[in-house]
């Protein structure tokens, strides 16, 4: 039995494409993760879309298909396709588990939420002919023994990070924004230290990155972590939350395991659209001390801002801009606010009637799809692109 896995592009996003020496970004973990947890029997290929191109006529039993909003227009045609060639279609991911319904247009069966717990079955039934519309486990599932990703399924040459890993899943805040807990629930759960350290061990490099949504989520267990990767001598990075800064001895183990840079999400530089967001625990204020703390502790900061929040105004990218310039951050992102499927910003702004573009392919964070409150459309979009120029 042949499953060929693809992940899709997205040709209209700049965080979509490949850099000129033809690489891709991080290695994704969710097809490797499927393909690890798919049965020996099976005869497994990982195509990405971004690096490789489709063949139609490939042999396949069944094609298995995930991507990120922005990349569900490529998805959908690529299921379409295949499908008229009569080979069995199945979607899951974030998009996919927020509008199940609108998948099943273009794809036989879907997978709503994590796959660990259903794939089994999904497979079971299709080779007895018995195959469901939708598959939904019942629980979470326990991080505990979790299938290694294989990577051997993809071209290292590929990607500009090929190893990547995770160590917990979820986030103990629940931002409106972000699509984290509407996929992976509430709770914050983490995986046997040991485990981590072992796949760690397994990699022909010292340098890797953690692709959890906040390393320091548990600071306990974030603790315990460091202190194991302190003799392997590696290099890594994660994203994390700014609340680090207030614990020296976090800070100093981050550091001192090999921790060369955190993702910081700041968002907004106003208490305001922080309370807003329900991310109120960011304190604005405090910013500049909390860089200062960890860029004295030798760790890099890539720091993420969203602008069209209700409290924006023109001002906003004057104002980050000379943010960034007085803390002197290492790097810097910007985001256009994107109402994602699945996430309390969606919701908000459907029901208040300001969600002017449905097309999938602008929700990458680089278009704006909404109606602000404290700026037109075109000075959104126009101060997105001048404070990337200007700050690069």
């Avoid at 049965?39 to 195509?47: V, Y």
């Avoid at 794939?119 to 290694?148: S, T, V």
């Avoid at 994660?238 to 395991?257: H, R, V």
């Amino acid at each position: 039995m042949k499953l060929l896995l693809i992940l899709p592009k997205n040709e209209r996003s700049y965080w979509g494409q490949v850099s000129k020496s033809g690489k891709a970004g991080f290695v994704r973990l969710n097809l490797p993760t499927i393909a690890a947890i798919t049965p020996k029997e099976w005869d497994i290929e990982i195509l990405d879309a971004r690096v490789n191109p489709i063949d139609y006529n490939a042999n396949a039993d069944i094609v298995g298909i995930t991507g990120f909003t922005s990349e569900i227009p490529c998805a959908y045609e690529i299921a379409d396709n295949f499908r008229k060639k009569g080979v069995t279609v199945v979607m899951g991911g974030v998009h996919v588990s927020a509008m199940p319904d609108e998948a099943l247009k273009h794809a036989d069966a879907v997978v709503v939420g994590e796959a660990e717990l259903v794939w089994h079955k999904l497979l079971d039934d299709f080779k007895k002919g018995e195959l469901k519309p939708k598959y939904k486990a019942d629980r979470l599932c326990d991080m505990k023994n979790m299938a290694i990703p294989r990577r051997e399924l993809l071209s290292k040459k590929m990607y500009s990070g090929y190893y990547t890993l995770q160590a917990t899943r979820g986030c103990p805040f629940n931002c409106d924004y972000c699509a984290v807990t509407a996929f992976f629930g509430n709770e914050f759960r983490i995986r046997q230290v040991d485990e981590v350290v072992e796949e760690i061990k397994g990699f022909d490099s010292r340098e890797f990155f953690f692709m959890d949504d906040n390393i320091v989520g548990r600071p306990k267990y974030a603790k315990e972590l460091f202190r194991r990767l302190i003799p392997l001598n590696v290099i890594w990075g994660s994203q994390a939350s700014i609340t680090m800064a207030k614990n020296p001895e976090l800070l100093e183990l981050y550091a001192k395991s090999g921790g060369k840079y955190a993702f910081i999400g700041f968002e907004s530089l106003s208490q305001k659209n922080l309370e807003k967001m329900n991310k109120g625990w960011n304190s604005a204020d405090g910013y500049k001390e909390a860089i200062e703390r960890i860029h004295d502790a030798g760790i890099n900061i890539v720091g993420s801002f969203v602008f069209g929040l209700d409290e924006d105004d023109p001002s906003v990218f004057r104002n980050t801009f000379d943010f960034i310039m007085e803390t002197r951050l290492d790097a810097a992102q910007f985001h256009i606010l994107t109402p994602l499927p699945g996430t309390v910003t969606y919701r908000t702004l459907e029901k208040e009637g300001r969600i002017i573009d449905r097309d999938w392919g602008k929700y990458h964070t680089g278009e704006v799809v909404f109606q602000p409150k404290g700026m037109t459309v075109e000075q959104l979009q126009s101060g997105y692109y001048w404070i990337f120029r200007k700050t690069y």
